[in-house]
């Protein structure tokens, strides 16, 4: 077990963390303080979110600490990490519900966001990235695959974001009533 400390207060301030181990093949971890250090989610996969006790054990003033788990700690492996506190036009993470029809959820940003990165965390669905330069959200991105961007109205409802809320259609992978999901939102400044 360790700490990383990155100078970042994840524990007052909130935020999330991305691991990635460089040194062999393993999966992409991504935690965040809204859903807890307990909660892990894979970028390269579609599952859901898992509950693991033995990765992340702390959010800290200075950064996060780790337990022994081989995907984030492995003795001898060589890792990447990166760390986006939430702060007001930079980054926010927001969690919802859906609720299987057109909607708004407020966030925190303050400014425009220029990209939403959504996953459903209790079910398994693809990830759903919104972009700016994707034609004012019609078009998309899924995280998870390596394929070209789709276009529906359906993942944002085909709405760009304010500096207040962002929209999402009624997919499965942005809005399915009786699933919960978390978005990152990275800001854009014009």
């Known amino acids: 077990a360790r700490s990383i400390n990155n100078g970042i207060d994840l ?18 971890v991504v935690t965040d303080t809204e859903r807890g250090v307990t909660k892990q989610i ?3 996969r579609n ?29 001898g492996a060589t890792y990447a990490s990166w760390t986006f506190r939430k702060e007001p036009g930079f980054f926010d993470v927001v969690t919802y519900s859906g609720s299987g029809s057109a909607k708004t959820v407020a966030h925190s940003l303050g ?11 209790s079910h398994s669905t693809d990830w759903a990235v919104g972009h700016r330069s994707l034609n004012s ?6 995280l998870n ?10 993942m944002f409802n ?23 999901y978390v978005a990152y939102l990275f800001a854009h400044d014009d």
Do not use: H, Q
Request: glycine share 12%; aromatic share 8%; hydrophobic share 25%.
């Open 11 to 28: 524990s007052g301030e909130g935020g999330m963390t991305w691991i990635k181990k460089r040194s062999s093949t393993d999966r992409n």
């Open 42 to 44: 894979f970028t390269e």
């Open 47 to 75: 599952d859901g979110e898992s509950t693991e006790s033995d990765n992340i054990t702390s959010f800290n003033n200075n950064g996060f600490s780790l337990d022994t788990d081989n995907r984030i700690n492995e003795s």
């Open 111 to 121: 400014s425009v966001p220029g990209m939403i990165i959504i996953k459903c965390t």
């Open 137 to 142: 959200y019609t078009n998309f991105l899924k």
């Open 145 to 154: 695959t390596d394929g070209a961007a789709g276009s529906s109205t359906a």
């Open 158 to 180: 085909g709405t760009a974001p304010t500096s207040s809320v962002f929209s999402v259609g009624d997919s499965d992978k942005t809005n399915e009533s009786g699933k919960t």
